[in-house]
């Protein structure tokens, strides 16, 4: 049945608007696994999806704020088992009395429990608590740093929500621009193309492992204001998705000043801060100090040792708010506007934002289980890089810059035949072996070069099973 | 410290968008709470912030879905009680089998459990399940009516998430725009504005019940026309938001007539349904039929008798998805797109969607406990909507017109001193008596009336007490 039902003209940035991510490569994968194909989906940080057991301790509290009445039974059923423990059931079948406890505080700090809306900023208690967390990791103190402000932090729907408040406000008109490293994480772009403003490119440099120095910034910044757009912000992902690289404190310090000189917010994404894997996170926060730049941090449940993404929780800290021209009103005022209309983020999201920047204290009998379910997942996380890094050195012309951070390797393919893209590479790759990767012009990259990302959270053993097959997939595809 | 962090020029739209249901009023209500004021908040419909209960059948499973340890442990407890039963637990404190079942099922179903990111457009069995819950609503069969799409129906955050999706779209530039009721919730001039679109208002027939014949469409239709204005669709809120007026079938069709005449996308705003209180609710999808009218019906676990508002779920079902120009797309495809780059709502909003559209079936344990607890809170609901009106008998000059559906009161007052407006009332309502309303002016109304909207959900007991102190005050207030 094919009836003409008109033809709608839309908002063209929509249209325009990219994400290889959900794009066609893995569209086609999901075709495949329709048909009986076995798939590795590596294209996505998507840890729970490739088997990443979730921690205890999270779905343990969250399981029983949503069911109160569960709480209590738990101490009765826990006395009752002491009486006749004749059964299958052990002692650490029951859960201990302090997540029965801080489900309890939980619950009591929230006031209306899970089902009603919170303030459009999130619970205060959580923001409170998250301001406490950055103040320790960046070892705040009296003498050092500027304290976090809950006041500040706003609970987002994952850090994408974050995002889309900072760059829909920035972009005033299509003459408004935002600095994005490239590589980059499509949804900066994505929101960039949305809100109608322009995309400036900057090229932190491959072989040096991804780091840049100020004449990359000054460059692009140059670029752009010879075409007519004025740049408002810039986005450093660190670490780095899809490059994997961790930024050092010079880095770091040199976006800060390059910030400072040209008037722009710095909108760090840091939502993996947990996954540098043996190397040192080092937060824009920290290392901004009293300088008076605007940054807009992020983080998220989503990636990490957590990796409860489909629970889209996450925040966006605000420091050092520009003032709005022409109003009494500050940044943060705008972005509690936007909050507002959109009510709030989910409660579950929240209260695991809440358990990730207060994990179970040394002395509580939760923290033992805690640390190794933790480590488990970070050592594996590593193990999993180290074996597709070997990978790497099997096949011709692949080249892998950079520390290991994130969840992600984003090799350079450096001799694929004449006419082919790293589109078709992956496309075939995928054919070939059911290993789904994103080609690197999904992330753009310097004009010339060809990369794909691949996730490494698939299993050991599933590595084990699908890496050979890469190895010799690739041998046939330089072949041509 | 008084720092200048310069003066930053941002968008436009968003600095002069309006939410007044978390306006001034209620902001000033959060403040005197904090001074220790006890304060009615009958501002927003947030069913559990006012002390309603959660349904045990949603908080049940979801709990056991974020634990599945839970699952079987909860099997071997009952045997362990039903062997020692000489404690304070009785059987009714374990988890009935259905519902042990049905989280195993949802778990199985979803494929990845609750900490993956799922389907842009939502875990697919869910979407399968809302597919049925339309066409059994709407009474869909062989010889009548169109079967509903799991391929067309989104999951989203909330009802909101898949407005700003529609609205975002549909506003290819600032000549583009969207009808709306007058009063309206104030989502859609927000989100219109947002986008950068035309607010085209029309004006239902407060006297008659808010209920509009075809006149009041075109002269909205018409006055856009003349002013240079491309009307691209009309949103119909049924149950009404802030006035609870029912549409009946006529006014339903006439839309449909109207929308199909002048090529508009229908936006169904249908999430209080469950709200008529003895009326009869029917679906735009239901009246639409076979009709080749472009329809958005949007729902949501906030309202009806879950009021799981902090879970954030809902869905947006699409049907005759307008062909895009210039390209091979349809609506479906680049509302698919806006979802991917969000990646997708909460599993828990989802999964608390999937258990509203599927509730216990009647020979379930589940059962009789279920109807109890809806029957309780819509009976209640009913009750304190009789309290208000009752109330407002009292009040010289205020006239609440319509049947009652919604969660919410929309009375005219019609004496207020002149030179005093409906805002001035509502916040010395607040001061006065505790009780937080929101003025008519904040979701807009004809010109020279004044309104205000109160949600009919702080207890009974709360009423009793707040109602005459009202019916005093508002005597106070005519008197000068």
Not at 302 to 309: I, M, P, R, V
């Given at each position: 049945m094919s009836i003409d039902r008109g033809s709608l003209v839309v908002n063209p940035n929509i249209l325009e608007m990219e994400y290889a991510v959900r794009g066609p490569i893995p569209q086609r994968a999901a075709e495949l696994k329709k048909q009986g194909r076995k798939i590795?989906?590596?294209?996505?940080?998507?840890p729970q999806a490739l088997g990443q057991v979730p921690l205890s301790y999270l779905r343990q509290v969250l399981s029983l704020v949503e069911d109160p009445a569960k709480i209590d039974r738990e101490r009765q059923l826990k006395s009752l088992f002491e009486d006749s423990?004749?059964?299958?059931?052990?002692?650490?079948d029951f859960i201990s009395e302090d997540l029965l406890g801080l489900s309890e505080e939980i619950l009591a700090a929230s006031g209306t429990g899970m089902g009603a809306y919170t303030e459009s900023k999130g619970m205060l208690f959580i923001r409170e608590a998250i301001a406490d967390f950055i103040d320790q990791r960046d070892g705040v103190g009296p003498q050092h740093g500027v304290p976090a402000d809950a006041e500040s932090i706003f609970l987002t729907s994952g850090a994408s929500q974050g995002v889309y408040f900072v760059v829909d406000l920035l972009i005033a008109d299509e003459n408004d621009g935002i600095m994005i490293p490239i590589p980059q994480y499509p949804l900066y772009s994505a929101a960039i193309k949305k809100a109608g403003g322009a995309q400036v490119n900057y090229y932190p440099d491959e072989e040096a492992g991804w780091v840049f120095g100020r004449e990359v910034l000054v460059d692009a910044y140059q670029k752009a204001l010879q075409a007519g757009v004025k740049v408002k912000a810039i986005v450093v992902i660190n670490p780095g998705n899809p490059t994997g690289a961790v930024l050092d404190a010079e880095s770091t310090r040199e976006v800060i000043r390059f910030a400072a000189e040209n008037q722009l917010m710095i909108i760090a994404d840091e939502v993996y801060q947990e996954n540098v894997y043996g190397g040192e996170f080092l937060s824009f926060a920290k290392v901004l100090g009293k300088e008076q730049v605007p940054l807009a941090s992020l983080h998220s449940i989503?990636?990490?040792?957590?990796?409860?993404?489909?629970?889209r929780g996450g925040y966006l800290e605000m420091r050092n708010p520009p003032l709005i021209e022409g109003t009494s009103l500050d940044f943060i005022d705008l972005l509690n506007k936007q909050a507002s209309v959109s009510l709030c983020s989910s409660t579950p999201g929240q209260v695991l934002t809440y358990l990730m920047v207060k994990?179970?204290?040394?002395?509580?009998?939760?923290y033992e289980n805690y640390q190794a379910e933790k480590e488990q997942i970070l050592g594996e996380l590593h193990q999993k890089a180290l074996m597709i890094r070997a990978a790497f050195k099997e096949m011709e012309g692949v080249d892998c810059f950079g520390k290991t951070g994130a969840l992600y390797l984003f090799p350079r393919l450096g001799k694929l035949p004449a006419g082919t893209t790293d589109f078709d590479y992956c496309m075939a790759l995928l054919e070939e072996t059911g290993l789904c990767t994103v080609n690197g012009s999904g992330f753009g990259q310097k004009p010339g070069t060809q990369h794909l990302r691949v996730a490494f959270l698939p299993s050991k053993a599933l590595l084990e099973e699908v890496l050979p097959a890469w190895i010799d997939f690739h041998q046939q595809y330089l072949a041509g």
């Open positions: 590795i989906f590596a294209n996505i940080g998507n423990p004749h059964t299958d059931l052990q002692e650490a989503s990636k990490g040792f957590l990796g409860e993404c489909g629970h994990p179970p204290g040394e002395n509580t009998p939760t």
